[in-house]
């Protein structure tokens, strides 16, 4: 090869490596740049907790003992949870309010966009008191929307209830 | 024997053909680079209108009673021209759906040509009773 086609070569070369970083280059640049969907889950649990704390049913009752105990019509599930977290943590044993907690749990799932998991929680004094659904597995990518209330009747632990969304593909 | 002029050719030839191919690869990786970056700006923009939208209707105070409560007596008012502005003009979508009672109230605006973006939450309609809701609202662009 002549002194002249090494310098080709070496000009070919130069130039096709120098390209090829650009376009590299210009590609990694080009990504999509990754959206903060922690601060969109946050804000999505918290309408979702809003809008489900805020609904008012008819018919909602526990047990005790056997025996149902109604509560008012138009009660909101705010009120249902709290009086159901105030009642578990100091009442008697025989509580069962599964199945108003059931009808809860429908409402949220109707709610929530498809795609998204749910928990309702309830805690007093740091302690888990209530979980809708019951084996409600938390993945670690949760956001959680939460309100602390005073106790209902003016003494006691305050009630910590929340909302927890995920994104669940199914 | 060779030819010097032939044996130049050749050296020019493969330069050429490098300069080529390192110019197609670079312009190609810069259109596609470019197309990206374009889909996903306006997909943000869209999104972000879909947001804008969603937060005006739950938050306007002529059919709520605050953020997410709508009012059932004032959604009767809601219409296409009053969100028209809050869609920036661009074709739109709002879909209220009260899950206790089934109630839909859709107002459409425009063709729903191109890409587009849904942003949807959940919120209340007030009435006699305060119903779960779900409110949708999607924009079209170009």
């Known amino acids: 090869m002549s002194e002249r086609g090494f310098e080709s070569l070496a000009d070919g070369t130069l130039l096709l490596t120098v390209l090829l970083v650009a376009s590299g280059a210009v590609v990694a640049l080009a990504r ?111 956001v959680e929307s939460s309100w602390t209330y005073p106790a209902l009747d003016g003494t006691g632990p305050e009630v910590r209830l929340a909302l927890a969304v995920w994104l669940s593909p199914r | 024997m060779r030819d010097p002029r032939g044996v130049g050719g050749v050296d020019d030839l493969f330069l050429l053909l490098v300069a080529v191919l390192s110019f197609s690869l670079f312009f190609a990786s810069f259109a596609r680079a470019y197309a990206t970056r374009e889909a996903q700006e306006r997909g943000e923009r869209l999104g972000g209108l879909a947001d804008s939208l969603l937060t005006a209707v739950l938050s306007d105070p002529r059919w709520t009673h605050g953020h997410g409560l709508l009012a059932r007596d004032a959604l009767g008012i809601v219409s296409v021209e009053a969100l028209r502005p809050l869609a920036a003009n ?28 849904t942003s949807a939450t959940g919120a209340n309609v007030v009435g006699s009773s305060v119903d779960p809701a779900r409110v949708a609202a999607t924009v079209w662009g170009p």
């Open chain 1, 32 to 142: 999509p740049v990754p959206v903060d969907e922690t601060a969109v889950a946050a804000r999505y649990a918290e309408d979702l907790r809003l809008a489900l704390f805020r609904t008012t049913m008819d018919g909602l009752e526990y047990d005790r003992d056997g025996a149902s105990v109604p509560l008012p019509d138009r009660t909101s599930v705010e009120m249902y949870l709290r009086v159901q977290v105030h009642l578990l943590t100091r009442g008697p044993p025989g509580l069962d309010f599964d199945e108003s907690n059931a009808r809860v749990e429908a409402l949220a799932e109707r709610l929530l966009r498809p795609g998204w998991g749910f928990a309702i929680l309830g805690r007093a004094s740091g302690a888990g008191v209530l979980a809708i659904p019951h084996a409600a597995d938390l993945p670690n990518t949760y």
């Open chain 2, 90 to 117: 661009h074709p739109f979508e709002v879909v209220i759906w009260d899950l206790a009672t089934e109630e839909r109230w859709t107002f459409h605006d425009g063709s729903g040509d191109g890409d587009w973006r």
